[in-house]
């Protein structure tokens, strides 16, 4: 399963440590990240991540594409739901697209645990409805 990993500056260091917890789950899957969460993630754990460009300069556009394309299954996005991001229609859009193409998308690192324990026991088939 191709999964995106997205997080906002003042939420790496949770990602980072979310992927340590859940790392015997995600090394089963390919992994995707904007640049500098990949490289965090990546120098923290050892997995291997496929990075785009900082989300700023357009790696949230890039993860929106592969979305577009059907070529991501999951996106773990940590937003900073209290810091203004000069970014946001890309962010906005982003999760548009989660919406269209029935991507599911955890914005916060509860969802996402439920998403990744209910990965490990199969319990997702949404690919396939």
């Not at 899957?29 to 496929?50: E, P, R």
Request: hydrophobic share 45%; net charge neutral.
């Amino acid at each position: 399963m191709n999964i995106a990993l997205i997080a906002h500056d003042r939420k790496k260091q949770q990602m980072v440590n979310f992927c340590i917890a859940y790392q015997k789950i995600l090394e089963a899957h390919t992994l995707y990240a904007t640049g500098t969460t990949g490289k965090k993630i990546s120098d923290a754990t050892g997995l291997k991540v496929n990075r785009f460009l900082s989300g700023p300069l357009g790696g949230d556009q890039q993860i929106g594409a592969k979305i577009a394309e059907n070529s991501m299954d999951l996106v773990l996005f940590f937003r900073d739901p209290l810091m203004a991001q000069p970014h946001e229609p890309d962010i906005t859009a982003l999760l548009r697209l989660c919406d269209v193409h029935n991507i599911p998308v955890a914005t916060n690192i509860a969802t996402a645990e439920i998403l990744l324990k209910g990965l490990e026991r199969g319990d997702f088939h949404w690919r396939t409805i």
